[in-house]
Each structure stands twice: as C-alpha cells, then as structure tokens.
C-alpha cells in the first residue's frame, strides 16, 4: 500500500492544478502513511451510512427541514426525470419541461438557487441554464435522494439558498460489505410502462472482500412519446399529424459506471467512472431533439480517528465533461459544452469545551461554451474557492448550531469568435453567508426547531453576460454585466410531533431577497440576430409569446436579467397517522405546501409559481403484501406577472401495489403502479411550458408500470 500511496503522490505533483491532485496532497498531508498502515478491523465493524447532506457530524435529529428517499419508497415513486421523482415532496415541485427534462424547484426558488449534488460533489450539467437541459441523472440508478430546504443549505454555497438535492449511489462504496472470504451482491431491475411504451432495464454487481469493494452498474431506457388525454397536432416527420400523445417527447437514456474503494483499517481509499446518455425529444419544438453525454471521474479518501486536534478528513473530487447538441431534423444546430472540476475536504475537529464541528475548504471550476444559432451566452469560465465552518452545540434541551461560509468568485466571458455581439468582460465577488439553527426538545414527542441565515449569490455567467436567442423560454435574454451579488435572509421555524407510528411536521418561511436576479419583459422584439424588430408588423401578445403578420417566425419578445427585491414566504405540512395495527398495518399520510413570491416594491407576484396543493395517501401492509393510494391536488393559479396565463386546478390519482418473495439468498420485488388513474388532463404552473407553448405539454395521461426487482 505504501507503494500505491507514493505513486499516487508523485502524479499529483505532476498535476498540481488538477482537483483529483489536490485531494491526494491534502490527505497525504494531513493522514500520512500512518493513516494506511492501521490494521483491518473485521467486516462487522464497519461503521453504519451516516447521513452527511442536512448535517455533516451525523446527528439523527435534524434542524434543517430534510426528507430522504431510498429503498422501495424511492423505486415506487421514480419517474423518468429528478424533477418529477421529487414533485410532491412538501416544498417541492417541478420545473417540467416534458417528460424528459426537468430540475426539482424548492420553496418557489429554482435554475441555479437550487442546488444539485452527486455524492455530496458538484453535478456539472446546463440545466440551471435552461428548462429543457436534463440533468444528466437517471432515477433507476439512484439509491437514496436527500433533499435539504432552506438555510441548513448553508456549505453548498449561495446556489443553494434554495436548497440542495443530493443523488447518492453506490459506485464508490461506502463501507464494507463482506468478509475476509469474500462474497458477491447485486441488484437487477425489470420495468414496463403503457403511457408512453417504456422499457428500461437495470443491473448493479458489487464483489469483494474486507480490504476492497468493487462496483459495476449499467442502466437503460427507451420510451415513445408520452400518452395525454387530449389530441395534439404534430409536425415531426414520420409521425401521425394528430394523436393523444405529446409531440416529439420519446427518449433513449443509457448508462454505466465501474467503481472501487479500497479500506485500510479505518480509512478508505475509492474512485468510480461514469457515463451518462441521453436523445431526447425537446417538445418545444416538434422537429428538435437533444443529443447529451457526460463522462464523470470521481473519487473519495476519508481518513478516520487521526492523532491531534483533526480527528477525520474528507476528500470528495470529480471532474465531469459534459455536452450536448441540439438536432433539427437530423442535423446538427447549437452544441452546449461544460466542464468541471469539484474538490470539497471537510475535516472533522476536537471538542472545543462542548462545540463539535467541521472545517471544510471546497473548489470549483467551470468552461461553459456555446456555438450554433441558439448560442445565447458567449464562452465563459467560472472559477469559485471557499471555506466554511458548521458547528454544533448539545444541550440539555436540545441543540445549538452555527455555521459560515466566505467565498471568492470569478466569472469571466471570453466572448465568441463566430458571434460579434459577445465581448471579453470579467467580474468577480466575494459572497458571505452566515447561519444559526437551534432544535429544543420541547416536551415528551414535540420538537421545535428555527434557523436563521443570511446568503449571498453571485451571478452566473449567462445572468451576466447572456446576450442572444433562447427558444426554449422563447424569448431573446440580455445578461446583466452590472449585476452586484444577490443578497437574501432567511427565516424557517417548525415544530414536529411524533408518538408511536403517528407523526406531524408543520413549517413556515420567508425569505427576503435584496437585488433578486428576474427575467424582465422590456417590451421590446428582436430577431435572432439581435436586432430590433421595429416595423416588422410584430406585436407580443402579453403572455410571453411573439405573434407576426410578415410570416417570419423568428422574432422574440426581449427579457432583461433585472434586480428587483422579492420575497418568499410558505408554509409546509406533512404528517402520518395510524389507522389500524393488528396484523396488517394502515396509514393515512397527510401533505400541503403554499409559497407566495412576489416583487416586494411592487407587489407583482414572480413567474411559476406553485400554487396551493394538497394531498393525501392511504398505506397499507400486512406480511410480504403493501399498497398504496394517493391524491394530490393543486389549486388554480391565478397569480403572477402580468399576461402569464392562468393554471387550471387538478387532481391526480395513483396507486401502488408491491409484494416482497423471499428465494433463497435472493428477494424479489414485484410491483405494478398506476399514475393519473382518472386520466386528467393537466398543466402545471411551474412549467415554462405552460406559458410560452400552451396546451402543447401536459402532465402525462393514464399509465400503468409493471416491475420487478432481484436483490443478491
């Protein structure tokens, strides 16, 4: 081992500037042989999963607002985007650009406020850019989502004022998994669906001993177009002119990656290779489709119970090349590129008095290019270093925490040498975010818990410097190159119950913005060249979308990156109740969130906004036997800027039924799910899509998935 640990150091040295690099001196500084030279302890020993995303020193009673979800729960709700496995999710809804992309939206707050994580490490994708970029992360491959809201955010940054979803899989493993005699584990999943003719296929193998893990996955799906109960016009060749289906929204996704962790008494050693793929149908546009890859280097050391005043360290590092190319009828258009280094290291201290904490340092870096006709910002690089403490004070009644984090970013355009309206330019900013938290254990079953924080954001690159087309907000976006840092404090209190089987969770928030980042409508229209579209005949017709009389199709209304106050306050509710418990078990689950935003100078409400929604489950067991039934209902909504149309009301109703066969050393799992029995046709609020093509994208219709799934 200590041949390996030389060699690995003597490249590092060789690459000082790359992130993976930089992670092996800064272990190799702090564990030293020393760290790899203890004994293995046995395979029983290994210490459980902890819960790293809503608090970094594994406390089970967390004061950030969280929801995790991993096992059958996770398998029985995923849908074929992030977006759409989370909606519902108390606070959490869907962006929803079609059925094939979409990011989760968090307390009102979405794009690049939210933040996205694979194993607590930066996903590097265009997503935050624009609606129809998928988020290159597919749900069957997924073992547990975490799902942290508010100020607890705080270590990922002011991207994450919204809250932060980390995916989590096992392709780095995470503890040991078998004997000294070695073994062999594994997963396969089988899945079919009606709505839109999925076939998708899964397989997960893991082998090893005590000293190391390996890990293999492979993953696949392919659907037509997605069922609705409405018929919509087509004009994609090759397809029917007029049929119950969304146009253009059949997707091909592939995947895989191979992994390892090597273990050295406490201390573990892993890295993994990962590949993402996807042709998607944009639904936008009838004849578009995107062709998407990402290639993902990760690795993780953690060196455990070291000597002195740090008592662990933890090393996460990935570099992540992304692109995809929008086709229009077969030939290539725009090509979005983006890649990343990730480097986080958090390091775990000594009591101070009865303070216990981590100290962390976390680096990033980013190229982002555009190049074709829908290249609306220019080349770009973004470079951010950080630090931050979180600390945690135990008390009789409960718990104290404090946490900072003091950033440095750049972001620097480099223009475009095919596009002469983008320019060299560069900014840079140093955001601050502070935070308090404090859960009391008011009573026998009750817990109240409050967090305060103040978050600063800087701009992103196309906030700053977009200048160009976007048909896929239909619009023609201006940066804003004067754009200072935007400025928010938070406030979330809540109380929770729980006795038994039965519980209850009610939150509120606020969050006050200074100098909100909005997408403004100047009343202006341009061509796609960037001109203005005076005398052309064009008007805009109020919600978004240009209308023309000169039989031209490629003018768009003018949107402007404008700092505005804004405010956000909601409130969240989620509980469970236990109707009957002899022999077989039922439960009734109850949920409801509400967020108003608005221009707090103003009193105009912000654009896709959730409305009131409600909703309410019936679960029951009994032996190997589970079911399920679900409503979930969101109000119209009315609310919003002026000319964005209004949302209609609607419920949708599924349902689930599992059962789990022991054989042998394998379980099986059969499970069959209906979604949107009554076939409701449907349009969310918080869909693009809902203003800038009307009733072209609907929720899908009636679907009924089959599936199985092998454990080893």
């Not at 993402?276 to 993780?300: F, Q």
């Not at 190319?325 to 990343?340: C, I, P, Q, R, S």
């Not at 946490?403 to 750049?410: I, M, T």
Request: proline share 5%.
């Amino acid at each position: 081992m200590t041949t390996i640990f030389c060699t690995a150091a003597a490249r590092a040295r060789a690459f000082p500037h790359h992130p993976l690099a930089l992670a092996i001196v800064t272990l190799a500084s702090l564990g030293g042989a020393n760290g790899l030279a203890q004994s293995t302890p046995k395979a029983d020993a290994a210490l459980p999963p902890v819960t790293i995303t809503g608090n970094p020193l594994g406390a089970t009673d967390l004061i950030a607002p969280t929801d995790s979800y991993s096992g059958a729960s996770l398998l029985l709700r995923s849908k074929s985007t992030l977006g759409e496995t989370l909606d519902g999710t108390a606070g959490v809804s869907s962006s929803y650009f079609g059925p094939n992309a979409s990011r989760p939206i968090i307390r009102g707050l979405d794009g690049d406020r939210v933040r996205i994580l694979q194993n607590s490490g930066a996903s590097v994708d265009a997503s935050g850019s624009s609606n129809d970029h998928a988020v290159p992360t597919d749900p069957i491959s997924m073992e547990r989502i975490e799902v942290l809201r508010g100020p607890g955010a705080l270590m990922y940054g002011g991207s994450a004022v919204g809250g932060v979803v980390n995916v989590i899989d096992n392709r780095i493993p995470q503890e040991r998994q078998f004997d000294a005699r070695g073994g062999v584990s594994g997963k396969l999943n089988l899945e079919a669906a009606s709505g839109n003719a999925e076939r998708s296929t899964a397989a997960l193998l893991e082998t090893g001993t005590d000293r190391f893990t390996l890990h293999a996955d492979a993953f696949s799906r392919r659907s037509g177009d997605v069922g609705v109960p409405i018929a919509l016009a087509c004009e994609k060749p090759g397809t029917p002119a007029v049929a119950n289906a969304i146009c253009n929204s059949s997707a091909q996704t592939q995947g895989g990656a191979l992994g390892g962790s090597l273990f050295f008494g406490n201390n573990r050693l892993g890295a993994s290779f990962s590949r993402y793929a996807s042709d998607y149908g944009t639904v936008a546009e009838d004849a578009v489709t995107i062709g998407m890859h990402s290639n993902r280097l990760a690795l993780e050391w953690d060196v455990e119970q070291l000597p002195g005043w740090i008592h662990s360290v933890k090393v996460r590092a990935s570099q992540t090349d992304y692109q995809h190319t929008e086709y229009e009828g077969g030939e290539a258009g725009t090509v979005f590129k983006n890649t990343g280094n990730d480097l986080r290291v958090t390091a775990r201290h000594a009591k101070l008095g009865a303070w216990e904490g981590v100290l962390g340092l976390h680096s990033e870096a980013g190229r982002f290019s555009a190049d074709g006709t829908e290249a609306f910002a220019p080349y770009s690089r973004t470079v951010q270093h950080a630090v931050f403490a979180f600390e945690e004070l135990p008390l009789d009644w409960g718990r104290f925490s404090l946490g900072a984090r003091l950033e440095s970013v750049h972001v620097e355009s480099s223009g475009n040498p095919l596009v002469a309206r983008f320019f060299p330019a560069s900014r840079s900013f140093q955001p601050r975010s502070l935070a308090m938290g404090a859960l009391w254990n008011a009573a026998p079953g009750w817990q109240l818990s409050s967090n305060l924080a103040y978050s600063e954001r800087a701009p992103k690159d196309y906030e700053l410097f977009a200048d160009g087309p976007h048909i896929a907000t239909h619009a023609y976006e201006v940066g804003n190159n004067q754009a200072t840092l935007e400025q928010s404090s938070n406030l979330d209190i809540a109380a929770q119950w729980k006795r038994g089987a039965h519980a209850f969770k009610l939150s509120a928030f606020v969050n006050q913005f200074n100098r909100y980042l909005a997408q403004q409508a100047t009343g202006v229209l341009r061509d796609t060249e960037g001109n203005g579209a005076a005398g052309v005949g064009v008007t805009d017709n109020g919600n978004g979308q240009s209308l023309e009389s000169g039989g031209t199709a490629d003018i768009l209304p003018e949107y402007v990156y404008t700092q505005v106050p804004a405010r956000f306050t909601g409130i969240e509710a989620n509980g469970k109740l236990r109707l009957l418990d002899a022999g077989q078990t039922l439960d009734l689950e109850l949920r409801g969130d509400w967020v108003r935003a608005v221009n707090s100078t103003t009193g105009e409400w912000l654009p896709r906004i959730a409305p009131v929604r409600v909703g309410a489950s019936l679960v029951w067991a009994q032996g190997a036997w589970s079911a399920r039934l679900d409503a979930n209902h969101s109000r119209a909504q009315t609310d919003g800027p002026a000319g964005q149309l209004a949302s209609q009301p609607y419920t949708l109703v599924n349902a689930a039924l599992s059962y789990r066969q022991p054989m042998g050393s394998t379980t099986a799992l059969w499970f069959a799910r209906l979604d949107n029995a009554g076939d409701v046709l449907a349009y969310p609020a918080t869909s693009i899509l809902t203003q800038s093509a009307p009733g072209k994208a609907p929720l899908p219709g009636r679907s009924l998935k089959l599936g199985l799934q092998l454990v080893f």
